[in-house]
T-cell receptor
């Protein structure tokens, strides 16, 4: 399996522009997580989905942030409008269903991240 | 809500020195515990995990961690670090019932050659 795939790897945009980050989880994983990593705040969970349904979005900082998971193999995180303080690395992670009993149970697998710079 | 504390934010060691990174969590029930490593410019990778059984777990690259339930701790250890261990280390917890993970703030390890 190719692992969790995120695109783009790098995004540079100007303040006020819309930014869309994309994630393809590992096939068969039914949980998907979006994290933001900054020097100041470390690794923050923004939102996570189970079976394409948002379960906890309490980490989404503002209404400017939205996330969708239209199907089991694709998710987006959108920022509209973007601001310089949104500059960070955004990671997507996926994991197997909680009823899974194999060795990979409860392990989150991370994508390579998208480094976002808002000027 | 659960929380995870990593008290060492930045550790500097010389090669061959021993390492111990602290991790404490706040949750009274059954937990699953993890250590992830993030090498410079890379994504988080699983280093080791504890679900049940022997509280001393061994991971990749010579790392091990000990779960002490009475202390709510899951400290990471390595007897002799290498320059290639320079990375950021994250402790994480989930309660096994949900897929939500709680990550610590991370510890940056800098190993001097």
């Amino acid at each position: 399996d190719a692992g969790v795939i995120q695109s783009p790897r790098h995004e540079v945009t100007e303040m006020g522009q819309e930014v869309t980050l994309r994630c393809k989880p590992i096939s068969g994983h039914n949980s998907l997580f979006w994290y933001r990593q900054t020097m100041m705040r470390g690794l923050e969970l923004l939102i996570y989905f189970n079976n394409n349904v948002p379960i906890d979005d309490s980490g989404m900082p503002e209404d400017r942030f939205s996330a969708k998971m239209p199907n089991a193999s694709f998710s987006t995180l959108k920022i509209q409008p973007s601001e310089p303080r949104d500059s960070a690395v955004y990671f997507c992670a996926s994991s197997l269903p909680k009823h899974y009993t194999g060795i990979d149970k409860n392990i989150q697998y991370f994508g390579a991240g998208t480094r976002l710079s808002v000027l | 809500a659960q929380s995870v504390s990593q008290h060492n934010h930045h550790v500097i060691l010389s090669e061959a020195a021993s390492l111990e990174l602290g991790c404490n969590y706040s949750y009274g029930g059954t937990v699953n515990l993890f250590w992830y490593v993030q090498y410079p410019g890379q994504h988080l990778q699983l280093l080791l995990k504890y679900f049940s059984g022997d509280p001393l777990v061994k991971g990749i690259k010579g790392f091990e961690a000990e779960f002490i339930k009475s202390k709510f701790s899951f400290n990471l250890r390595k007897p002799s670090v290498q320059w290639s261990d320079t990375a950021e280390y994250f402790c994480a917890v989930n309660d096994g019932n949900f897929n939500k993970f709680y990550f610590g703030s991370g510890t940056k390890l800098n190993v001097k050659p």
